[in-house]
């Protein structure tokens, strides 16, 4: 009996040798029944393993080679079955490559029961194999859970995940969850009742800004003396009480003054506040002569000298400026009120902001007091986020300070549009604000646009995808690059055609690509220009010719309902039936905006009007810097508004300010202020 079983052991390994799986599989399965060994179970799980062959099947791969080992651990009797060597290690090493094998089908397939089946029967695989597997078993789950949005969901996840990686965010996403569902109606009781339930949620300053929000829309006096006795740690503690005392104390006489505080014994800000809502009303402009800066009132008077290297202007009454290579905060009263330092820091924004102390960064408050850990780096705020690194990895925090991105990706770029990019093992993946985390599969990865479109690289090929990370433009491009309204230009051996982020080609890849022009110069996202041999053409959404190929040397976009056009070298205007308009004269022309545009015939440049009249000329160049306003910049600059009238003449310097605020200092000295 004995010597039969080893004999056929012994053939079926020659037979299989031989590649004749038929034969050594019927003696495999003869040698099993007889006697349940390590051998023959070894010998067809090679068999199942292999995929050269009717019977491949990893399913009986992964389950006899297991079956192989455990049997083996119990006599340890290594063989040598013709070529065949049978131990503990060679066995592992086919547990191991049946299991790569499975692996590699599960990621195609990204399913959490083919996931869960691949861990049952492949549990003596390497451990490296196993993490993978478990990461993207509870990848996938994750996701899902994220899909379902629902905080009993997500706590079901971490219960039933304890050790999952995706712990830390499941269990900052319930914390978001919790505040959407109990603030769904964005009502002042919804918040009140968040704060009460949940004073360790992360979103509780968001609680306190909503509701602080609320009371300030509303000038709800009662809901904010509320507000302040109730809530002494918000961040908005102290703009409430100052917005309660501005609303209650109307006339600062001494009688209003004494009752408001006899009714708020618990007023912050007894000696101060009257001096810094003054200060409020303020209004100081960022102003520069030389290489100095200070700050000038709406007189054009000069408040703070001009002392500094740099400023900001003033937020939430307080500027960031540098001298001497030092950084710190002044008020409106030239003084710095935490008599502090930095190496650099980022303007106040809801009470906190960012400085950085030696090569370390964290957030302060208004009172100067370190309130955060200590980070690596502190990114400007971008789509009310700050991007952060801390022990060398990134993530990100909100705009009060609190993480909502644990830090753990090798780099991280700024959210926009509710996004950000994040690279790891060379690879780019990309995160939401609401914390779902795409893998990193992207050679290169841009910014989402407004439409949630990203535009991605695989390989050296450019392709789209959207927010879940579908690909919704294989990436089989040399080159696609976001335009207006949804648009985006794709180029292929040097030629392009256009794409509707929706979904659909809106032409042929067939066009003359010249990769030195920008994007606008193609389309402004409603009509498109068309190159062929030099020639040009205009195209609408509809795929219609709207102008053909040839009838000019030059198309442009219309503008203020006028088409500039190039004709025997010589620019000039047509409407949308393609009347001329304004002759072919000009050797040099801008579209109309504003109702303007900017001409030239030979050495003479003109602010023309949309019915052709010269509306201001000069010999010196005209530069348009606003919406109504043109500088002529020539030895003594002017500065001539949309009607060609001047405005000021003898200018030395202007400044443009935030807000369309101009600073224009005269070749006398005189400050002017001018806002657009």
């Known amino acids: ?27 495999f399965n003869s040698t099993f029944k007889s006697k349940t060994d390590p051998y023959s179970s070894y010998g067809l799980a090679l068999i199942y393993s292999r995929n050269d062959n009717p019977f491949h099947n990893l399913d009986s791969a992964s389950k006899y080679a297991a079956l192989s080992y455990n049997l083996f651990f119990k006599k340890r009797e290594k063989k040598q079955l013709y070529t065949f060597k049978i131990d503990s290690s060679s ?26 089946d691949f861990l049952k029967r ?33 706590k079901q996840f971490v219960i039933t995940h304890p050790q999952s990686s995706f712990v830390p ?68 503690n102290l703009e409430a009480w100052k917005l309660l005392f501005a609303l209650t104390v109307k006339s600062f006489s001494n009688d209003e003054l004494q009752k408001f505080l006899a009714e708020n014994p618990a007023f912050p800000l007894k000696n101060s506040i009257l001096k810094e809502l003054e200060l409020n009303k303020l209004v100081l402009y960022p102003y520069q002569k030389d290489d100095l800066f200070g700050f000038i009132d709406a007189n054009t008077k000069t408040i703070i000298p001009l002392s500094f290297d740099a400023v900001t202007p003033f937020y939430e009454g307080l500027s960031v400026v540098t001298k001497n290579d030092s950084v710190f905060f002044i008020n409106k009263e030239n003084t710095n009120p935490f008599d502090q330092f930095f190496l650099d820091a980022y303007v106040f924004n809801n009470g906190i902001a960012a400085v950085k102390h030696g090569n370390k960064w964290c957030f302060i408050n208004r009172q100067g007091q370190i309130i955060s850990p200590i980070y690596d780096e502190i990114n400007e705020i971008s789509d009310n986020f700050y991007t952060i690194k801390l022990n ?30 994040y690279r790891s093992e060379n690879k780019s993946g990309f995160v939401s604000k609401d914390g779902y985390v795409h893998k990193a599969e992207f050679d290169w990865l841009s910014d989402f646009d407004a439409d949630k479109i990203a535009v991605v690289k695989i390989g050296n090929s450019y392709g789209l995808i959207n927010s879940t990370g579908k690909i919704i433009l294989d990436a089989k491009y040399d080159q696609v690059l976001k335009a207006n309204n949804g648009v985006f230009i794709v180029v292929l051996n040097n030629l392009y055609g256009f794409y509707n982020g929706k979904g659909c080609f809106l032409s042929a890849i067939e066009y003359d690509f010249l990769k030195e022009k920008p994007a606008d110069f193609y389309t402004n996202g409603l009509v498109f220009k068309l190159i062929k041999k030099g020639e040009q053409a205009l195209m609408d959404a509809n795929g219609r010719i709207s102008i053909d190929f040839g009838v000019y040397d030059e198309i442009n ?22 009347s001329l308009v304004i002759p072919y004269k000009y050797t040099n022309a801008s579209d109309f905006k504003d109702s303007c545009a900017l001409v030239q015939i030979k050495d003479k440049f003109i602010l023309l009007s949309t019915q052709g009249k010269e509306v201001f000329s000069s010999t010196a160049e005209i530069q348009k810097i606003s919406t109504h306003y043109y500088l002529v910049q020539s030895e003594s600059e002017q500065l001539i508004n949309s009607r060609g009238e001047l405005v000021f003449g003898d200018i030395s310097n202007i400044q443009l300010l935030k807000g369309s605020v101009f600073i224009i200092t005269l070749n006398n000295g005189t400050i002017k202020l001018l806002h657009d």
Request: glycine share 6%; proline share 2%; with cysteine.
């Open 122 to 154: 492949n549990y003596l695989a390497n451990k490296n194999l196993i993490n993978e597997v478990i990461y993207l078993r509870d990848e996938l789950e994750y996701n899902e859970t994220l899909g379902y949005n629902n905080s009993i969901q997500t």
């Open 1 to 27: 009996m004995f010597t039969g079983y080893a004999s056929k052991l012994a053939n079926g390994f020659e037979a299989l040798s031989v590649y004749d799986y038929f034969k050594a599989k019927k003696l």
């Open 557 to 578: 976009f219309a503008s203020n309902g006028l088409i500039r056009v190039k004709n025997k070298n010589k620019y000039g205007f047509v409407d949308r039936k393609l």
């Open 169 to 236: 965010e499941a269990l900052l996403l319930i914390d978001r969850q919790i505040f959407d569902e109990s603030t769904k109606d964005n009502s002042a009781a919804d918040y009140i009742g968040f704060i009460r339930i949940n004073p360790k949620n992360i979103l509780l300053n968001s609680a306190y800004e909503k509701l602080f929000s609320i009371y300030k829309e509303t000038s709800d006096v009662g809901g904010l003396h509320t507000f302040v006795l109730n809530y002494p740690k918000a961040p908005q």
């Open 91 to 116: 066995i592992l090493q086919l547990v191991d490559s049946i299991a790569a094998k499975d692996f590699q089908r599960i990621k195609k397939e990204r399913s959490v029961l083919r996931c869960s």
């Open 392 to 421: 060398g990895k990134y993530g990100a925090l909100n705009n009060f300070g609190q993480v909502i991105i644990e830090p753990k990706f090798e780099q991280m770029g700024d959210f926009k549009n509710g996004f950000a990019y």
